[in-house]
């Protein structure tokens, strides 16, 4: 047993004990120590509750309660329980316990129990080492972790604030551990990066380790018994409705709780297998945190970034920097229709796999003096992958690139282009997966993405065209490497996603000092002009003086000729009596919002500004704060400045719900733990379901890009049946999965119509969802669903 003495010391308390291992960390080779300030040694014979809370079930629930998907969203089989079967204190260490034994709940039926801890609410910190000593069990399927996530979702949904694993491992695989970072913007265009470590001599993880991140600003180092094996420091974090990055260290500046659980099955190490032994357990010695104590935490350092090199054996950019071969396509194109054939390495694929119901040919067509490979689809297929140009090209670590082409349709419709991994990397994404609306016209497209990756010489670049029946031409196709170049924060901006036309308005995007997209100019005053790191809000300060005024200046700004507008912010001073607003052309010489007096209190007050723009559009106006000459301090925060023009609602937003145009609009989902076929047949979608999978959106019909406005009332209408009675799903929500409506129907052999009525809250960019994977019921034998008559209409 750990003896320990507590000592009080100030107004902290230092904790050191008798027995292997310090209280203080030391690091050799820097002499850094580190100072415990939270820890449980399950010293108790009990688990400590005030320091231990617990996840249950095996479904993830928003906050409203309602359901989202089971399994923890990654086809986990067992059920999360706080009973002591599955976690409880012996001979001073924590067992985590994984039972093989079935129990029910409203959701369904699990055949497994076990149990995962965390800390959300009671602990959480930003930066320190955070260690724990563990011994895990091995076995297919099984799969203990030790990890942190954010306290709240400061940046938005996942994986945008951020996720960080201590340690995973595969109870398969007993040799090594993983240490990963997941960041970037919301799922999917989520990122991941991270390293395994293979412990030395004969090693296992069923032996005793200690595994721990020592994380400071803008670095993290994993270690394995002492041993560092991987630093990280090249992140980023984007929202749904900034203009750029989160300021670096984003999205790990922040509070994250501790959380170790002990699953079982799910996507990391595949479904258990009869070598899998039960009850399996996963034990802790202890748990601690530590903070710096004989030095501050490091300054963070944006990661600079130069043009990187290729290694020997890659394919190398030809004399123009174009890394895709054959742009002309005067090579023979390769065209794939089984599975076991191969890629060719070099140059271009046509990739359409009987799996997926796709069917077509490509060959090369002249238009305007440029060659296109035009893609002839017979049968569009069930997935966007259904029909694949690919062709593999080589990323080094570290490089931004930039990829563009020029496309045209037969008719309007969408593909989805990106760069990602084979199937040796698991298919991750390197760039985001880009939506692209064709049109019979020929238009160029492009879109960049960094490589953060570890270097990939056989990378994917895909353009993937299923789903629709239009033909795709596509040519000039050009992958290179491009600086990270300074943002021209002068430029003219459209509106974000959330109609804010106010760049960074909340000061805290873009560069360091997270004043991307303004000027500060302080004037004659000598101020200075900064944003909290902490509360990132802008603060001007000053003593009095004589001259011209401090301003912040935001120029680029949209406004449109007899539209109405609103100007809002937040802002508490100082002394400061009053500041000053107003909009005008880029050189200040013509007023559209004419100086708009604004007096300001110590507090915090929002301020708005309606105005009408009277003159004609200009793209590139100017939004300037003056601050005056006086003494003292003003803040703003919340910037904002909103179009509130009356618009014409579209009164039918969604398209094609008749299936008069194939699957045109719609797209189809099936994940690899389900077997479906998407089809259209007699005019309606048929959804010819093998095996539903393992989550409720395992297959699914969807229609997304649906604008609809707040305050109205849409009325969705569909017709639906099935082949075996059973439930169907059915959501409208945006692409953070807030849902503005679900319901479940029942289906039958008898096709009915089913009338739903819903309101919007807010101006959303949504998509309505059809989910026909696992459901209540579940497994149901071979059937076919059948929808058809959608519509979506205001009411």
């Given at each position: 047993?750990?003896k320990w003495?507590?000592?009080a010391l100030?107004t902290?308390?230092v904790?050191s004990?008798a027995g292997t291992?310090h209280?203080e960390?030391?690091?050799?080779?820097d002499?850094?120590?580190w100072?415990m300030v939270?820890?449980d040694?399950?010293?108790k014979q009990?688990?400590?509750r005030?320091?231990?809370?617990?996840d249950t079930?095996?479904?993830?629930?928003?906050?409203?309660?309602?359901v989202?998907s089971?399994?923890w969203g990654n086809?986990?089989?067992?059920y999360?329980?706080n009973?002591t079967?599955?976690?409880?204190?012996r001979?001073?260490?924590l067992?985590?316990?994984?039972q093989e034994?079935?129990?029910?709940?409203?959701?369904?039926?699990?055949d497994y129990?076990s149990?995962?801890?965390?800390t959300?609410?009671?602990f959480s910190?930003t930066?320190g080492r955070?260690?724990i000593k563990a011994?895990?069990?091995t076995g297919k399927?099984?799969w203990?972790?030790f990890?942190?996530?954010?306290?709240?979702?400061?940046y938005g949904?996942?994986?945008s604030?951020g996720?960080?694993?201590?340690?995973?491992a595969?109870g398969s695989?007993?040799?090594?551990v993983?240490g990963t970072?997941h960041?970037?913007e919301n799922?999917?265009?989520?990122?991941y990066?991270g390293?395994d470590y293979?412990?030395p001599d004969?090693g296992?993880?069923?032996q005793?380790h200690?595994y721990?991140v020592?994380?400071?600003?803008?670095?993290l180092r994993?270690?394995?018994?002492?041993?560092?094996?991987q630093?990280?420091?090249d992140?980023y974090?984007?929202?749904?409705?900034?203009?750029?990055?989160y300021?670096y260290p984003?999205?790990?500046?922040?509070?994250f709780?501790?959380?170790m659980?002990?699953a079982?099955g799910?996507w990391?190490?595949?479904e258990?297998?009869?070598?899998?032994?039960?009850p399996a357990e996963?034990?802790?010695?202890?748990?601690?945190?530590y903070?710096?104590q004989?030095r501050?935490?490091?300054?963070?350092?944006?990661?600079?970034?130069e043009?990187?090199t290729?290694p020997?054996?890659?394919?190398?950019?030809?004399a123009?920097?174009n890394?895709?071969?054959d742009?002309?396509?005067?090579?023979?194109?390769?065209?794939?229709t089984d599975?076991a054939?191969?890629l060719?390495?070099t140059?271009?694929?046509?990739v359409t796999?009987?799996?997926f119901?796709?069917?077509?040919?490509v060959n090369?067509t002249?238009?305007?003096?440029?060659?296109?490979?035009?893609?002839?689809?017979?049968q569009?297929g069930?997935?966007?992958?259904a029909?694949q140009?690919?062709?593999k090209?080589?990323l080094?670590q570290?490089g931004r690139y930039e990829?563009s082409?020029d496309a045209?349709s037969?008719?309007a419709?969408?593909?989805?282009?990106k760069?990602g991994?084979?199937?040796?990397r698991?298919?991750t994404?390197y760039?985001?997966?880009e939506?692209?609306?064709l049109?019979?016209?020929?238009?160029?497209?492009t879109?960049a993405?960094?490589?953060?990756a570890?270097?990939d010489l056989?990378?994917r670049?895909?353009?993937?065209?299923g789903?629709?029946?239009?033909?795709v031409?596509i040519?000039?196709?050009?992958v290179?490497?491009?600086?990270?170049?300074e943002i021209?924060?002068?430029?003219?901006k459209p509106?974000?996603?959330?109609?804010n036309?106010?760049y960074?308005?909340?000061?805290?995007?873009?560069?360091?000092d997270?004043?991307?997209?303004w000027?500060?100019?302080?004037?004659?005053?000598k101020g200075?002009?900064?944003?909290d790191?902490?509360?990132?809000?802008?603060?001007?300060k000053?003593?009095?003086?004589?001259?011209q005024?401090a301003t912040?200046t935001?120029?680029?700004v949209?406004?449109?000729?007899?539209?109405?507008?609103?100007?809002?912010f937040?802002?508490k001073?100082e002394?400061?009596k009053?500041?000053?607003?107003?909009?005008?052309n880029?050189?200040?010489t013509?007023?559209?919002?004419?100086?708009?007096?604004?007096?300001?209190?110590?507090?915090a007050?929002?301020v708005e500004?309606?105005?009408?723009?009277?003159?004609?559009?200009?793209l590139?106006?100017?939004l300037q704060?003056n601050f005056?000459?006086a003494?003292g301090?003003v803040?703003?925060?919340?910037v904002?400045?909103?179009?509130?023009?009356p618009v014409?609602?579209?009164?039918s937003?969604?398209k094609?719900g008749?299936f008069a145009?194939?699957?045109n609009?719609w797209s189809?989902?099936v994940h690899?733990?389900?077997?479906?076929v998407?089809?259209?047949v007699?005019?309606a979608a048929?959804?010819?379901i093998t095996?539903?999978?393992?989550?409720p959106?395992?297959?699914?019909?969807?229609?997304?890009?649906?604008?609809?406005?707040k305050?109205?009332?849409y009325?969705l209408?569909?017709k639906?049946?099935?082949?075996?009675?059973?439930?169907l799903?059915v959501?409208?929500?945006?692409?953070a999965?807030t849902?503005?409506?679900?319901e479940?129907?029942?289906l039958?052999?008898e096709?009915?119509?089913?009338q739903?009525d819903?309101?919007l809250g807010q101006d959303?960019t949504?998509?309505?969802?059809?989910?026909?994977?696992?459901?209540?019921?579940s497994p149901?034998a071979a059937?076919?669903?059948?929808?058809d008559?959608?519509?979506l209409?205001?009411?």
């Amino acid at each position: 047993m750990k003896k320990w003495l507590a000592v009080a010391l100030g107004t902290g308390l230092v904790l050191s004990y008798a027995g292997t291992g310090h209280a203080e960390k030391a690091d050799k080779k820097d002499n850094t120590k580190w100072k415990m300030v939270w820890s449980d040694e399950f010293t108790k014979q009990q688990l400590d509750r005030t320091k231990w809370t617990y996840d249950t079930g095996n479904w993830i629930v928003d906050q409203n309660g309602s359901v989202i998907s089971p399994g923890w969203g990654n086809n986990e089989k067992q059920y999360y329980t706080n009973k002591t079967d599955n976690s409880f204190i012996r001979d001073g260490k924590l067992v985590i316990r994984a039972q093989e034994e079935k129990t029910t709940d409203a959701l369904g039926t699990y055949d497994y129990t076990s149990a995962k801890l965390k800390t959300k609410g009671l602990f959480s910190k930003t930066y320190g080492r955070y260690e724990i000593k563990a011994k895990l069990p091995t076995g297919k399927g099984l799969w203990p972790a030790f990890w942190m996530l954010p306290e709240q979702d400061k940046y938005g949904a996942w994986a945008s604030s951020g996720e960080i694993d201590v340690m995973e491992a595969w109870g398969s695989q007993p040799d090594k551990v993983a240490g990963t970072i997941h960041y970037g913007e919301n799922w999917p265009n989520n990122k991941y990066t991270g390293k395994d470590y293979h412990f030395p001599d004969g090693g296992r993880i069923d032996q005793w380790h200690t595994y721990a991140v020592e994380w400071e600003p803008g670095e993290l180092r994993w270690y394995v018994d002492g041993n560092l094996y991987q630093t990280q420091n090249d992140w980023y974090s984007k929202g749904k409705n900034t203009a750029t990055n989160y300021s670096y260290p984003a999205p790990f500046d922040q509070n994250f709780y501790l959380v170790m659980n002990l699953a079982v099955g799910g996507w990391f190490d595949g479904e258990v297998d009869a070598t899998t032994k039960f009850p399996a357990e996963m034990e802790v010695d202890y748990v601690r945190v530590y903070d710096l104590q004989n030095r501050d935490y490091r300054e963070p350092v944006e990661p600079v970034y130069e043009d990187v090199t290729l290694p020997d054996g890659a394919k190398q950019p030809l004399a123009d920097g174009n890394l895709v071969y054959d742009q002309a396509y005067e090579k023979a194109i390769k065209t794939i229709t089984d599975g076991a054939q191969v890629l060719d390495p070099t140059y271009w694929n046509y990739v359409t796999l009987p799996d997926f119901g796709g069917k077509g040919s490509v060959n090369v067509t002249e238009q305007d003096g440029t060659r296109f490979a035009n893609v002839t689809i017979d049968q569009p297929g069930a997935q966007n992958y259904a029909h694949q140009l690919i062709q593999k090209i080589s990323l080094a670590q570290g490089g931004r690139y930039e990829v563009s082409f020029d496309a045209s349709s037969e008719e309007a419709r969408t593909i989805v282009a990106k760069v990602g991994g084979g199937a040796e990397r698991g298919y991750t994404k390197y760039s985001n997966e880009e939506v692209i609306d064709l049109t019979p016209t020929v238009k160029r497209h492009t879109f960049a993405f960094d490589m953060a990756a570890e270097t990939d010489l056989a990378a994917r670049l895909e353009f993937n065209l299923g789903l629709a029946k239009a033909g795709v031409k596509i040519g000039n196709v050009r992958v290179e490497q491009v600086p990270r170049g300074e943002i021209d924060e002068t430029a003219t901006k459209p509106a974000l996603p959330d109609g804010n036309q106010i760049y960074n308005g909340t000061f805290d995007q873009g560069a360091m000092d997270r004043l991307t997209y303004w000027q500060f100019d302080a004037g004659q005053t000598k101020g200075t002009g900064t944003v909290d790191p902490v509360t990132r809000d802008f603060t001007f300060k000053t003593n009095p003086a004589k001259g011209q005024a401090a301003t912040l200046t935001q120029r680029g700004v949209q406004l449109k000729e007899n539209h109405q507008y609103v100007l809002r912010f937040k802002t508490k001073a100082e002394r400061i009596k009053e500041l000053q607003v107003k909009l005008t052309n880029a050189d200040g010489t013509v007023s559209y919002l004419p100086t708009h007096d604004v007096p300001v209190t110590k507090a915090a007050t929002t301020v708005e500004v309606p105005f009408t723009m009277t003159q004609a559009t200009d793209l590139n106006s100017r939004l300037q704060f003056n601050f005056g000459t006086a003494k003292g301090e003003v803040t703003l925060d919340d910037v904002e400045l909103v179009d509130v023009t009356p618009v014409e609602v579209d009164r039918s937003p969604l398209k094609n719900g008749s299936f008069a145009d194939g699957l045109n609009f719609w797209s189809s989902y099936v994940h690899y733990d389900a077997q479906a076929v998407v089809s259209n047949v007699n005019d309606a979608a048929k959804l010819a379901i093998t095996s539903e999978g393992q989550e409720p959106w395992s297959v699914l019909l969807e229609q997304g890009n649906l604008q609809l406005v707040k305050g109205q009332t849409y009325q969705l209408t569909f017709k639906a049946s099935s082949t075996v009675a059973r439930p169907l799903e059915v959501t409208v929500e945006n692409a953070a999965y807030t849902r503005y409506f679900s319901e479940i129907v029942e289906l039958g052999m008898e096709a009915k119509t089913y009338q739903f009525d819903f309101t919007l809250g807010q101006d959303d960019t949504a998509g309505l969802k059809f989910l026909l994977g696992k459901a209540t019921g579940s497994p149901f034998a071979a059937h076919d669903v059948t929808i058809d008559d959608v519509k979506l209409e205001v009411k």
